[in-house]
């Protein structure tokens, strides 16, 4: 996790237990607390030291977690750490354990007291015993100073630091060892048998003084590894037929077996405080926040901006109606048209109504189960599911009870396909050999978490038919069992295809449109030919009545349709996924986002309406904030809106852009993409006026706006040189234009100034006329020994087009690239991959600081910067990179603007508020 030189310990990596031995502890019923001297490694670090290295680590690694939002589930897990860490010898280190919102059945921890428990494997977890040997696993790395040791090491070999002072000398000494580590061509390989070993000797000492039952870890250590009680032998051993988790499960046993009799009899558990928290854990609600940062003002977006819906389904009796977009679930009654409610269910898979129309089931790629009501607003059941071997993709039956799962042994590149138990992750049916994946289908296993193979549900959701190109299965879910289907189905249809009902599927043939058509189910008889089936994407409608009536997906324009195959023509066609028939009535997404139910081929006059509720903005919405801080803009690319910012009122309806910017007379110009109908072009807003209008100008494929900025890029094939102009978006005039003797180069806008940061390799022709023609730059270039990793770093007025600052600087080896460039007054913002950010000074080249977070937003005249680390936390920084202000705002910020001199910042957040905090006074 992370790299290498930010030391974490986990619990699933490397157990291995061994007999208790000699060290500094206390005498109990279970013997010495086997903590080893401090002093038996070199080590540079105090208690207090190791506290700073450990906030220094958790800045680092608690931006790539995200924290589950009921403190009161890290409670549980804490009280556990408190037990255990009572029974050993007193420390100065104060331990805080926190539950992770994670799909990884692992526990990590670092320096400093930091015991990260993930949200997986607390929800695989049957009791307090078992999290107990997990917690008391991670406390032994900690208490025994491992991780003080492995940076003292490390300091020492990679920067030659040999003394640390304060938290700020410890932060600075640390980021330095982790670049350095970034450069190190020969790495050490660190004997980790000894570090665990010692880690578990402390934690099963510590679980079974506390009164917990030491069991319960080779219980758990067994379950979790799919072991079955297999440990292996000597002989086993002797033959090298003993598997390494064999041999941990076998010396897990001993350690437990060794230990003094009468050891552990402290209170019982709660088993029924034990069952409430795992069954909300399991169940991953929402719960008790954070306390949140006070604002200055705080509004909601009123009506919010909508998402675009993925999918709506009717349920198989027609009385309800689902609605799904990327980050929340909708249930409503069909008749009258009425929502029931909303979940959350970020990164969910498509959901369904289950047969009998009682419930909704979904999953997500972690293999987490909800099933709610389809009355109420009611979590019927949840699970985690554990399988032995990892699903790549996976369907669940729509009734919850079972799990489709597509394996890939990558050794032997073969892929297998079972269908399993979704409470318990027993297997019910498997073909381990089911077909071998091509290079492009592996690499889309490995990367992409949303479905990869075809498929398709019939209309009351007890079959399902599952394909890997001519591979295909049905499934019978009812009985949980393959059926058997006719040839037609394998042969004919080599693309893809849709339920047309439970007895009938709709399938296209990519070589022969011939065998296109509809076939009977399973005997795959071609029963309607449809030699106009050629379509890439279809897709069952929840109910035809007598009709052969499916969804064709990826039509001109982006647009879903439903198509009678009887007939051979379409019957209607919307903007975007969401659709869906029940016998002749029809759901869809409006183009404003609401609901609708209508009749098909009716009149508009028949039609409901019915507006959805919030969902959270997904990761960075089109949004921009006027300059007077009145009104703030936001779009998808189909929707968009202006609100005021005092009261959080929509005061206008947009079409959906690309790009936006304002202007100091409060007129937003905005870039709306290709629609239907429409062709792309820029739009005109003017508050003052009141007025909505196309600008008359067009833009073409080399035209780009970014940050407000309208740039365009031709090259010159006669001088081979390319020409960035910037226009004006109000009148496409030309404002200035700058050109590059050798190639097009990548930049990025700066926020705030709206600077364009460009970087050039030092072997470009720009680059090399540059250093040639500039003392500082050449100097520069020259205290840098490789040469590939340094760029060029020019700073261009947006404004004017003119040279605002140029540097020499060798990129820390975390680049995020050329989009994590910034620049405030003298000082450019680089930002790494690890959410670290270097600060550089422009007139001098060199480094001046590091900062935790990536750039948000930053003011150019008082150079002070935001930005954003762990969820819903954000930090202003001044010029001189001191800490201005820190805000806990509970949800993902999305965007971040400076106001009234740099004294106030409005933010945005993923709940669709807007806060604007307090800074203070500018300098």
């Given at each position: 996790m992370l790299r290498r030189a930010v030391w974490i310990f986990t619990f699933t990596v490397g157990i291995c237990w061994s007999a208790p031995a000699g060290g500094q502890g206390v005498e109990s019923a279970?013997?010495?607390?086997?903590?080893p001297s401090a002093t038996s490694q070199a080590n540079i670090f105090s208690d207090q030291q190791e506290m700073w290295l450990g906030q220094v680590t958790a800045d680092l690694v608690e931006s790539e977690v995200r924290f589950m939002r009921d403190p009161a589930l890290s409670a549980h897990l804490q009280a556990i750490a408190d037990r255990l860490v009572a029974t050993l010898p007193p420390t100065k280190i104060q331990f805080r354990v926190i539950l992770v919102d994670s799909e990884e059945v692992n526990g990590f921890s670092i320096a400093g007291g930091h015991v990260y428990i993930m949200r997986k494997l607390a929800a695989v977890a049957k009791s307090d015993d078992e999290l107990a040997g997990v917690i008391g696993h991670e406390i032994g790395h900690i208490i025994s100073h491992q991780f003080a040791f492995e940076s003292t090491r490390e300091l020492k070999r990679l920067s030659n630091v040999t003394g640390v002072g304060d938290e700020a000398d410890i932060r600075t000494k640390y980021e330095a060892m982790l670049d350095a580590e970034y450069h190190d061509k020969h790495p050490e390989l660190r004997e980790t048998d000894s570090e665990q070993a010692e880690a578990d000797r402390i934690g099963i000492y510590a679980m079974t003084a506390a009164g917990y039952r030491?069991?319960?870890?080779?219980?758990?250590?067994?379950?979790?590894f799919f072991l079955g009680g297999k440990t292996g032998n000597k002989l086993s051993d002797l033959l090298r037929m003993t598997k390494p988790d064999q041999k941990r499960l076998r010396s897990v046993s001993a350690m437990v077996a060794a230990m003094p009799a009468g050891c552990g009899k402290g209170a019982t558990p709660d088993e029924s405080e034990f069952a409430k928290w795992h069954e909300a854990v399991v169940a991953n609600q929402k719960g008790n926040e954070l306390e949140r940062s006070a604002a200055l003002s705080e509004v909601t977006l009123t009506p919010p901006l909508r998402m675009q819906l993925d999918q709506v389904r009717f349920s198989p009796d027609g009385k309800s109606i689902l609605a799904q977009d990327e980050s929340s679930i909708f249930v409503l009654g069909r008749e009258p048209l009425a929502l029931r409610y909303r979940i959350d269910a970020n990164n969910a898979l498509p959901a369904n109504f289950s047969p009998d129309s009682q419930s909704v089931t979904f999953s997500t790629p972690g293999l987490h189960i909800e099933q709610w009501s389809a009355q109420e607003k009611k979590l019927l059941a949840a699970h985690e599911m554990l399988p032995k071997d990892p699903c790549y993709d996976t369907r669940l039956s729509p009734d919850g009870r079972s799990m489709v799962c597509v394996q890939f042994d990558v050794e032997m590149w073969e892929l297998g396909l079972s269908l399993l138990d979704s409470t318990s992750s027993e297997v019910?049916?498997?073909?381990?050999?089911?077909?071998?994946?091509?290079?492009?289908?592996?690499?889309?296993?490995?990367t992409d978490p949303t479905p990869v193979f075809v498929s398709s549900y019939s209309g009351d959701g007890n079959t399902l038919l599952f394909?890997?190109?001519?591979?295909?299965v049905a499934f019978d879910l009812k009985q949980r069992a393959v059926m058997k289907t006719g040839s037609g189905l394998k042969g004919a249809i080599s693309g893809d295809y849709a339920f047309v009902g439970n007895d009938k599927v709709a399938g296209v043939n990519l070589t022969n449109v011939e065998k296109s058509g509809v076939f009977s189910f399973p005997e795959g008889k071609l029963i309607k030919k449809d030699t106009a089936m050629n379509f890439q994407s279809i897709r069952s409608v929840s109910n035809s009545g007598d009709n052969l009536h499916m969804l064709v997906y990826g039509l001109k324009d982006d647009t879903v349709a439903i198509n009678d195959v009887g007939a051979g023509k379409f019957l209607m066609a919307i903007k975007g996924w969401a659709l869906d028939e029940y016998a002749g009535t029809v759901v869809g997404e409006a183009p404003g986002g609401a609901l609708v139910v209508g009749i098909l081929g009716a009149d508009a006059t028949k039609q409901h309406h019915i507006d959805l509720p919030i969902s959270p903005l997904p990761f960075?919405?089109?949004?921009?904030?006027?300059?007077?801080?009145?009104?703030?803009a936001m779009a998808t690319m189909r929707r968009g809106g202006v609100w005021e910012v005092a009261t959080g009122n929509r005061i206008a309806v947009l079409h959906g852009y690309s790009d936006a910017t304002w202007t100091d007379d409060d007129t937003l110009y905005m870039d709306v993409p290709k629609d239907l109908g429409v062709e792309r072009h820029i739009a005109q807003l003017s508050l003052t006026a009141k007025t909505l209008k196309d600008v008359a100008y067009k833009v073409d494929d080399d035209t780009v706006m970014r940050y407000g900025r309208m740039t365009n890029w031709k090259l010159d094939e006669k001088k081979k040189t390319w020409t960035l102009s910037m226009h004006d978006p109000a009148n496409d005039s030309v404002l200035w234009s700058k050109s590059f003797p050798d190639r097009y180069f990548s930049y990025t806008p700066s926020f705030g100034a709206r600077d364009l940061i460009f970087n050039f390799d030092l072997s470009s022709h720009t680059a090399k006329e540059a250093i040639k023609a500039d003392a500082k730059l050449a100097s520069e270039a020259q205290a840098i020994s490789d040469k590939k990793k340094a760029r060029l770093i020019k700073v261009l007025d947006g404004g004017t087009g003119d040279e605002d600052g140029s540097l020499v600087v060798e990129l820390p080896p975390n680049f995020a690239g050329t989009g994590g460039l910034d620049r405030a007054g003298d000082l450019l913002y680089v930002r790494g991959v690890d959410d670290r950010t270097s600060v550089y000074?422009?007139?001098?080249?060199?480094q001046v600081r590091q900062l935790i977070g990536y750039v948000m937003g930053l003011d150019?005249?008082?150079?002070?910067?935001?930005?954003?680390?762990?969820i819903g936390e954000g930090m202003v920084y001044g010029a001189d990179g001191k800490e201005l202000a820190h805000y806990h705002l509970g949800d993902p910020i999305r965007y971040a603007l400076f106001r009234e001199g740099a004294t106030m910042v409005t933010i945005l957040t993923a709940d669709q508020k807007v806060r604007t905090m307090k800074v203070g006074d500018a300098p």
């Amino acid at each position: 996790m992370l790299r290498r030189a930010v030391w974490i310990f986990t619990f699933t990596v490397g157990i291995c237990w061994s007999a208790p031995a000699g060290g500094q502890g206390v005498e109990s019923a279970c013997g010495v607390a086997p903590i080893p001297s401090a002093t038996s490694q070199a080590n540079i670090f105090s208690d207090q030291q190791e506290m700073w290295l450990g906030q220094v680590t958790a800045d680092l690694v608690e931006s790539e977690v995200r924290f589950m939002r009921d403190p009161a589930l890290s409670a549980h897990l804490q009280a556990i750490a408190d037990r255990l860490v009572a029974t050993l010898p007193p420390t100065k280190i104060q331990f805080r354990v926190i539950l992770v919102d994670s799909e990884e059945v692992n526990g990590f921890s670092i320096a400093g007291g930091h015991v990260y428990i993930m949200r997986k494997l607390a929800a695989v977890a049957k009791s307090d015993d078992e999290l107990a040997g997990v917690i008391g696993h991670e406390i032994g790395h900690i208490i025994s100073h491992q991780f003080a040791f492995e940076s003292t090491r490390e300091l020492k070999r990679l920067s030659n630091v040999t003394g640390v002072g304060d938290e700020a000398d410890i932060r600075t000494k640390y980021e330095a060892m982790l670049d350095a580590e970034y450069h190190d061509k020969h790495p050490e390989l660190r004997e980790t048998d000894s570090e665990q070993a010692e880690a578990d000797r402390i934690g099963i000492y510590a679980m079974t003084a506390a009164g917990y039952r030491p069991q319960a870890i080779a219980e758990f250590f067994d379950r979790v590894f799919f072991l079955g009680g297999k440990t292996g032998n000597k002989l086993s051993d002797l033959l090298r037929m003993t598997k390494p988790d064999q041999k941990r499960l076998r010396s897990v046993s001993a350690m437990v077996a060794a230990m003094p009799a009468g050891c552990g009899k402290g209170a019982t558990p709660d088993e029924s405080e034990f069952a409430k928290w795992h069954e909300a854990v399991v169940a991953n609600q929402k719960g008790n926040e954070l306390e949140r940062s006070a604002a200055l003002s705080e509004v909601t977006l009123t009506p919010p901006l909508r998402m675009q819906l993925d999918q709506v389904r009717f349920s198989p009796d027609g009385k309800s109606i689902l609605a799904q977009d990327e980050s929340s679930i909708f249930v409503l009654g069909r008749e009258p048209l009425a929502l029931r409610y909303r979940i959350d269910a970020n990164n969910a898979l498509p959901a369904n109504f289950s047969p009998d129309s009682q419930s909704v089931t979904f999953s997500t790629p972690g293999l987490h189960i909800e099933q709610w009501s389809a009355q109420e607003k009611k979590l019927l059941a949840a699970h985690e599911m554990l399988p032995k071997d990892p699903c790549y993709d996976t369907r669940l039956s729509p009734d919850g009870r079972s799990m489709v799962c597509v394996q890939f042994d990558v050794e032997m590149w073969e892929l297998g396909l079972s269908l399993l138990d979704s409470t318990s992750s027993e297997v019910l049916w498997e073909q381990k050999w089911w077909m071998r994946p091509d290079p492009s289908l592996a690499w889309r296993l490995l990367t992409d978490p949303t479905p990869v193979f075809v498929s398709s549900y019939s209309g009351d959701g007890n079959t399902l038919l599952f394909a890997g190109g001519d591979e295909k299965v049905a499934f019978d879910l009812k009985q949980r069992a393959v059926m058997k289907t006719g040839s037609g189905l394998k042969g004919a249809i080599s693309g893809d295809y849709a339920f047309v009902g439970n007895d009938k599927v709709a399938g296209v043939n990519l070589t022969n449109v011939e065998k296109s058509g509809v076939f009977s189910f399973p005997e795959g008889k071609l029963i309607k030919k449809d030699t106009a089936m050629n379509f890439q994407s279809i897709r069952s409608v929840s109910n035809s009545g007598d009709n052969l009536h499916m969804l064709v997906y990826g039509l001109k324009d982006d647009t879903v349709a439903i198509n009678d195959v009887g007939a051979g023509k379409f019957l209607m066609a919307i903007k975007g996924w969401a659709l869906d028939e029940y016998a002749g009535t029809v759901v869809g997404e409006a183009p404003g986002g609401a609901l609708v139910v209508g009749i098909l081929g009716a009149d508009a006059t028949k039609q409901h309406h019915i507006d959805l509720p919030i969902s959270p903005l997904p990761f960075f919405p089109r949004a921009v904030l006027s300059k007077d801080g009145k009104y703030f803009a936001m779009a998808t690319m189909r929707r968009g809106g202006v609100w005021e910012v005092a009261t959080g009122n929509r005061i206008a309806v947009l079409h959906g852009y690309s790009d936006a910017t304002w202007t100091d007379d409060d007129t937003l110009y905005m870039d709306v993409p290709k629609d239907l109908g429409v062709e792309r072009h820029i739009a005109q807003l003017s508050l003052t006026a009141k007025t909505l209008k196309d600008v008359a100008y067009k833009v073409d494929d080399d035209t780009v706006m970014r940050y407000g900025r309208m740039t365009n890029w031709k090259l010159d094939e006669k001088k081979k040189t390319w020409t960035l102009s910037m226009h004006d978006p109000a009148n496409d005039s030309v404002l200035w234009s700058k050109s590059f003797p050798d190639r097009y180069f990548s930049y990025t806008p700066s926020f705030g100034a709206r600077d364009l940061i460009f970087n050039f390799d030092l072997s470009s022709h720009t680059a090399k006329e540059a250093i040639k023609a500039d003392a500082k730059l050449a100097s520069e270039a020259q205290a840098i020994s490789d040469k590939k990793k340094a760029r060029l770093i020019k700073v261009l007025d947006g404004g004017t087009g003119d040279e605002d600052g140029s540097l020499v600087v060798e990129l820390p080896p975390n680049f995020a690239g050329t989009g994590g460039l910034d620049r405030a007054g003298d000082l450019l913002y680089v930002r790494g991959v690890d959410d670290r950010t270097s600060v550089y000074s422009i007139a001098t080249g060199k480094q001046v600081r590091q900062l935790i977070g990536y750039v948000m937003g930053l003011d150019p005249v008082t150079a002070r910067v935001f930005t954003a680390n762990r969820i819903g936390e954000g930090m202003v920084y001044g010029a001189d990179g001191k800490e201005l202000a820190h805000y806990h705002l509970g949800d993902p910020i999305r965007y971040a603007l400076f106001r009234e001199g740099a004294t106030m910042v409005t933010i945005l957040t993923a709940d669709q508020k807007v806060r604007t905090m307090k800074v203070g006074d500018a300098p």
